[in-house]
């Protein structure tokens, strides 16, 4: 699977991980679009499904208010408004990179190795797991990928990502659990000078004693990678799990405030009945999804593509290949 464009596979494999909230929330689509009157109680419906599935009141409000502006007259033309207005939502941010690393238009240069990612998100997210997925995917596009276990805090995310190391065959730069994280992210870019490694992945915390005990660390963490490369992080990816809902809001909005996020990773998708939080990340904080976990596996990660996850949620319109 090419981790930066789309293909088949990818397509196929975030379709089947939208299945559940195609099959509840956003199921409620192609019945509501089945008919053929629009009236204000399908525009009611249509708000409520939206809402249901963790598109955000703003998002939603915004989105049909577009597709509203339209003046559809069939159900059809509303589902191809809705399709449209859906794509561009979460296409906008993609058009625009804030990193150095995904999304970029060609010709730019690519930074001087190492590339550095910083991997931001709360406990529980999948984040270390995340990081794993990344690597491999880099690997396989012929990248020499080293990690760095910054979550400290945790001697557990410190085991969990060596363990991933072992088996998938990149090495892992630790130090003790309690030690420091930015001293950790420091030896990782010094080991990959030497190593000669294409990218280095930074995992960080994800609860400290407090918010603003994380974000501080964080900072730091940031503070010493800019030193070190004369730039900061190429990325900075933030790790959301979509199960977490709303809740996944509030902390794209700490993680934005205090780290400058560059992208996002939506983990979980396959768990959720709810997808709709892709809409509110993009619509509220501009931020561009770039990846999504389809399953448990390694190589579970698959590029995100706007067309490919509008379609996975809305599925086929009624009456097609009929």
């Given at each position: 699977?090419?981790?930066?464009?789309r293909?088949?596979?990818s397509?196929?494999?975030?379709?089947?991980?939208?299945?559940?909230?195609?099959?509840?929330?956003f199921?409620?689509?192609?019945?509501?679009l089945?008919g053929s009157?629009?009236?204000d109680?399908?525009?009611?419906?249509?708000?409520?499904?939206?809402?249901?599935?963790?598109?955000g009141?703003r998002?939603?409000t915004?989105?049909?208010?577009?597709?509203?502006a339209?003046?559809?007259r069939?159900?059809?033309?509303?589902?191809?408004a809705?399709?449209?207005?859906?794509?561009?939502?979460?296409?906008?941010p993609l058009?625009?990179?804030?990193g150095?690393?995904?999304?970029?238009?060609?010709?730019v240069?690519?930074p001087?190795?190492?590339?550095?990612?910083?991997v931001v998100?709360?406990n529980?997210?999948?984040?270390?797991?995340g990081?794993a997925?990344?690597?491999?995917?880099?690997?396989q596009e012929g990248?020499?990928?080293?990690?760095?276990?910054?979550?400290?805090?945790?001697?557990?995310a410190?085991?969990?990502?060596?363990?991933?190391?072992?088996?998938?065959?990149?090495?892992?730069?630790?130090?003790?659990?309690?030690?420091?994280?930015?001293?950790?992210?420091?030896?990782?870019?010094?080991?990959?000078?030497?190593?000669?490694?294409?990218?280095?992945?930074v995992?960080?915390?994800?609860?400290?004693?407090?918010?603003?005990?994380?974000?501080?660390?964080?900072?730091?963490?940031?503070?010493?990678?800019?030193?070190?490369?004369a730039?900061g992080?190429?990325?900075?990816?933030l790790?959301?799990?979509?199960?977490?809902?709303?809740?996944?809001?509030?902390q794209?909005?700490a993680?934005?405030?205090?780290?400058?996020?560059?992208?996002?990773?939506?983990t979980?998708?396959?768990?959720?009945?709810?997808?709709?939080?892709?809409?509110?990340?993009?619509g509220?904080?501009?931020l561009?999804v770039?990846?999504?976990?389809?399953?448990?596996?390694?190589?579970?990660?698959?590029p995100?593509?706007p067309e490919?996850?509008?379609?996975?949620?809305?599925?086929e319109?009624?009456?097609a290949?009929?």
């Amino acid at each position: 699977m090419r981790l930066f464009g789309r293909s088949r596979e990818s397509d196929a494999a975030t379709g089947e991980a939208l299945a559940r909230t195609r099959r509840s929330f956003f199921g409620r689509l192609g019945e509501l679009l089945s008919g053929s009157d629009v009236d204000d109680a399908l525009w009611e419906s249509l708000e409520e499904v939206l809402i249901g599935a963790d598109a955000g009141v703003r998002t939603t409000t915004a989105v049909i208010e577009r597709v509203r502006a339209g003046s559809p007259r069939r159900a059809s033309d509303v589902r191809a408004a809705l399709r449209a207005e859906l794509i561009r939502i979460v296409g906008v941010p993609l058009a625009t990179a804030r990193g150095r690393l995904w999304g970029v238009p060609e010709g730019v240069p690519a930074p001087e190795r190492p590339a550095v990612v910083l991997v931001v998100g709360v406990n529980g997210s999948g984040k270390t797991t995340g990081i794993a997925r990344l690597a491999h995917a880099y690997q396989q596009e012929g990248k020499r990928v080293l990690c760095a276990a910054g979550d400290t805090f945790r001697a557990a995310a410190i085991e969990q990502l060596q363990e991933w190391g072992r088996r998938l065959g990149f090495e892992v730069i630790a130090s003790r659990q309690g030690g420091d994280p930015a001293a950790v992210a420091f030896d990782a870019i010094e080991a990959a000078r030497a190593r000669g490694a294409d990218v280095v992945l930074v995992d960080t915390a994800g609860r400290l004693q407090n918010k603003q005990n994380l974000m501080d660390e964080l900072a730091k963490v940031r503070r010493v990678i800019e030193r070190h490369l004369a730039r900061g992080p190429d990325e900075v990816l933030l790790v959301l799990d979509a199960t977490t809902g709303q809740n996944g809001l509030s902390q794209a909005r700490a993680f934005t405030e205090s780290v400058e996020v560059t992208a996002v990773m939506l983990t979980k998708l396959d768990g959720t009945a709810k997808g709709g939080i892709v809409f509110a990340i993009a619509g509220e904080f501009g931020l561009p999804v770039r990846f999504v976990g389809t399953g448990q596996g390694p190589g579970d990660l698959a590029p995100f593509d706007p067309e490919a996850f509008v379609d996975g949620l809305l599925g086929e319109p009624a009456g097609a290949g009929a």
